[in-house]
């Protein structure tokens, strides 16, 4: 992990061991969408148990700050026109989770095509030179992209985009490999995100070496936790 002198980062990222983040989430076009159901998402994920939340938008950020009492790790999906990174792709959605209070902040560091063809590289530059204090974790799809976040200085590199670029593999289950070859590297915490629907599959992440385990959709997203029953059921049914 990169030294910067500012103790909180590293508590931040110490307080997450060995622990559950859950990420509330909800598109426009889903039943939850709205910020005050997505705080009281992280409010049950708070009595439940979960060291840190994941929240997309300032909005929601701002209100989920409101109802907990966790860290926030903040992210902002922005689609523009011509790229393929939407995490929290330029330095405006970066400024924007900051001052809603975010307390870590997630980009997408993959080799993806970013706004105007800015390189990552540059892109982290003025993150650091504009806010010092940010603690950044790195979505990434692949080995390669995440060796590269740690070289660069990542807080802590989240496995969150593999299987969803075009050149990382396609799997139904978490990418226990990708997690196991970031951490045996040791440079920075790995959290382990992706595909995640057991609790025994936490167990696995961890036992793999993730720092930290991060779970969304078998949480916080009843449509698609309902679809895999009723997917079971009609199997099971033969229909």
Partial sequence: MAERGVPRLHSLIAG?????????????NE???????????????????????RANTPQDIRAIKRK???????????????SEAFI???????REIREAGADLIAIDATRQIRPDGESLEAFVAEIRLRFPDVVLVADVSTFEEGAAAMEWGAEAVSTTLSGYTSYSPRQEHPDVELVSRLAALR?????????IWSPEQCQICLDAGAHAVVVGTAITR??????????SIRAGCGK
């Fill in 31 to 53: 039943p939850l969408y709205g910020s005050g159901t997505m705080a009281l998402m992280a409010s049950a994920a708070e009595e439940g148990g979960a060291v840190a939340i």
């Fill in 88 to 94: 929290t792709p330029t330095i405006r959605e970066v």
């Fill in 16 to 28: 997450l061991r060995n622990g559950l983040i859950v990420s509330c989430q909800a598109l426009e």
């Fill in 222 to 231: 009843p449509q698609e936790i309902t679809r895999r029953f009723v997917k």
């Fill in 68 to 82: 907990t009492s966790l860290p926030v790790i903040g992210l902002y999906k922005v689609r523009y026109p011509g």
């Fill in 187 to 195: 440079h920075a915490p790995v959290l382990a995100e992706g595909r």
